[in-house]
């Protein structure tokens, strides 16, 4: 018997010590544990929710870091509840905006929802997750029902919330119907009856409006585990895909391989804990290895490795690091080459002219080709002889003596 209990200890503190790593903060910590000590003895699954923003279909690392958790909560085995706020999103969650934001169409919603499906189920395994749309249970409300739920805050703890504060103080409108953004949120897992839900910092407020309602209605509530914010391969910025320092998670291997050794050396450690699923164990070794004076590209080569082989196969993955040290360290091809958008078409150099003249790295279309015909265009180390010549997404072009870009493909 005491045996088996110490054996529950350990794997309690294994699972939140991973359940931790890289997290911003995690509230209710204390009760989080006793509900895992719960699971693990009854083998019933912690319910794990995390609430989709139909808004942004397109996911990049910087997404991908609550899924990523998500996914060690999946891989011991709890439940994850994937909630499409087809209902929510017509309303418009103003979080982090001076204005509120455009409520979206049913049509807008779910074509929305079907992009971020195919994609979150890169790293979920869609076998053993659980899609729902809280228009399941929102539309069926009555009005006395929402009168109800309304009874339950008041206006002066809904202005606690920063966005609502901002906008008061400067004269801003706010629709009464985005007071009811949180509490819909909230009712979520109220109904899923959920034990923890994941959110980026952003939904601090919506996420605790959930612990609250559901101790109003007699549930336990809901631990609550807020993710960091990913900074960019510029390592300034946070990751976005207008400012062009995102990794998308639909890349092709070389692209992906060569944007995380761009990652700068600080962020190492942050890439380790919220890009991958590395182990706390493990993640420890890695740390004290660069202590100890590790040269921090080893610990790179390890890092984009690791994430490259999240999105593609081994072979893939092999290939896109021998392609790296082919280009970039054998030929000594800047790894912070501009990037440069292109949709491939025929694949060759024609479709890299105009977006070179609108980049300003030739004047003219006319200029590019007499620099070909003149050898001044390399493609990764090697002289390009004619128009024709093939390219595809990873591939870095020299034009005349200092200028290089990477060719990304347009999505």
Known sequence: MEREKTETEVLVRHQMRVIKQGAESLIGEEELEEKLRNSILTGKPLTVKFGMDPSAPDIHLGHAVALRKLKQLQDYGHRIVVVIGDFTGKIGDPTGKSKGRKALTDREVLINAQTYQEQIFRILDKDKTQVRYNGEWLETLELKDVLELAST????????????QKRFRNNIPIGLHEFFYPLMQAYDSVVLEADLELGGTDQTFNILMGRSLQRERGQKP?????????????????MSKSLGNYIGVQEDARSMFTKVMQVPDALIIKYFELATDILPEELDRVKEELADGRN??????LLARTITALYHSEEDTRAAENFFAEVFTNRRVPEDADLLPVILEKGNLLDCVRPLVNG??????AEFRRLVAQGGVQKNGETVKDMTETVRAGDVLKVGKRKFVRIETEM
């Open 360 to 365: 300003g790295y030739v004047g003219s279309g």
């Open 222 to 238: 809901q631990a609550a585990l807020f993710m960091p914010v990913l900074e960019g391969i510029d390592g300034v910025e946070k």
């Open 153 to 164: 805050i008041t206006v002066a703890r809904m202005l606690e919330r920063d966005d609502f």
């Open 296 to 301: 921090p590209k080893d610990a790179k080569l």
